[in-house]
């Protein structure tokens, strides 16, 4: 998990868990979608729980479950599969870049937004606290929804005004729910924080490792001596400030920076101590949870069966209404 996913989703899902009935799912089903080895697999998501417990999801209050330990995901994604149009797939921004950088494309790539439709509406959830990058794919599942309402939902006996018969809205339209920054920018200051971009930085990276990251990274381009004064909002260095520092010390620093009181130096010495202020309980508690391997599957054990009883229930009332 880099500090994009954390600080444009996960940061969210900390806070929504004590507001609404909250479902964190490690979708490991959606990983096989690009070459991968088994063993590591297994790893990765055992290290993936380990990071959103440590980033403080709560097992006692949010369920925390993996998609392959509740086999409705996919039962759900098949079903809906059968009604959603090709072109929507064929024209998801995320499918078309993951497909240009391969030869050959497996039909998991172009379905990947199809089970994540399952992913959510499995729990009728109505609100997915995601970033930018993924509100396109909740459009899909919205298509998706509204067209299995239409087609399968039970008539409720009244007319709509166009003469159709209204149907119950059994899966309701997931909104997206984005966080004061839905879309952090990467080391390089040109592209989406991202894996497949190398420019991340990772939620768990120790100080050393961190730092050697940021020293280098692009600020303001137009700011080339440390006497030139600079521009905050045009440096990704800043934004960065905005999601770690306190509200004083953002003002300072863009005070800082427009007077070219501090060089890019001095600032991203200070944002680095802002991130630890905030990162090291993060990495503390990670440690204690990766020497103590049982509580994290004790975790996802319970979040598993809260998620199997709500998907067994709704999967009941799917196939009932289509017939099986
Ligand atoms: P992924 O692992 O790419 O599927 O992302 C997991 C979550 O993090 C999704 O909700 C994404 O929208 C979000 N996310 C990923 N990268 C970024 C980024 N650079 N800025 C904000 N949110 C991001």
Same mark, same amino acid.
């Given at each position: ?8 989703? %996960? ?6 868990? &004590?507001?609404?009935?909250?479902? %964190? ?20 998501? &055992? ?20 998609? #392959?330990?509740?086999?409705? &995901? ?55 606290? !995601? ?45 997206? !729910? ?30 050393? #490792? ?23 909002? !045009? ?16 003002? &300072? ?20 101590? #802002? ?42 009332? !799917? ?6």
């Amino acid at each position: 998990m880099h500090l994009g996913n954390y600080l444009g989703a %996960v940061k969210n899902w900390v806070r929504l868990q &004590h507001e609404f009935d909250t479902i %964190v799912s490690i979708v490991d089903y959606h990983a096989i979608t690009i070459a991968y080895e088994p063993e590591q697999l297994r790893q990765r998501r &055992h290290d993936l729980a380990v990071t959103l417990l440590a980033a403080g999801i709560d097992p006692d209050v949010a369920a925390l479950c993996v998609q #392959s330990q509740v086999p409705e &995901h996919t039962e759900l994604a098949w079903i809906l599969n059968t009604i959603t149009p090709l072109g929507e797939l064929e024209r998801q921004t995320q499918f078309k870049e993951k497909s240009r950088q391969q030869e050959s494309v497996a039909a998991g790539i172009l379905n990947y937004p199809v089970l994540q439709a399952a992913d959510i509406l499995l729990y009728r959830a109505d609100k997915v606290p !995601v970033g930018e990058d993924q509100v396109q794919h909740l459009e899909l599942s919205r298509v998706v929804a509204r067209k299995w309402n239409a087609l399968f939902g039970t008539p409720t006996g009244r007319r709509l005004e166009d003469g159709s018969e209204e149907r119950e809205q059994f899966f309701p339209e997931p909104q997206p !729910v984005l966080t004061p920054t839905p879309r952090v920018m990467g080391l390089d200051g040109k592209s989406k924080m991202s894996k497949s971009m190398g420019n991340t930085i990772g939620l768990l990276e120790s100080p050393e #490792s961190i730092w050697a990251k940021l020293r280098p990274a692009v600020t303001d381009p137009k700011r080339i001596k440390k006497t030139d004064p600079g521009t905050p909002e !045009v440096c990704n260095i800043y934004h960065l400030h905005k999601a770690f520092s306190t509200p004083a010390t953002v003002e &300072h620093v863009a005070v800082q920076c427009r007077t070219a009181g501090w060089g890019c130096i001095d600032c991203k010495k200070v944002l680095a101590e #802002s991130m630890e202020t905030e990162l090291v309980p993060i990495r503390r508690r990670a440690a204690e949870l990766a020497a103590a391997p049982r509580r994290v599957d004790d975790a996802l054990a319970a979040g598993a069966a809260r998620c199997r009883a709500l998907a067994h229930e709704t999967m009941l009332a !799917v196939r009932d209404r289509m017939g099986f």
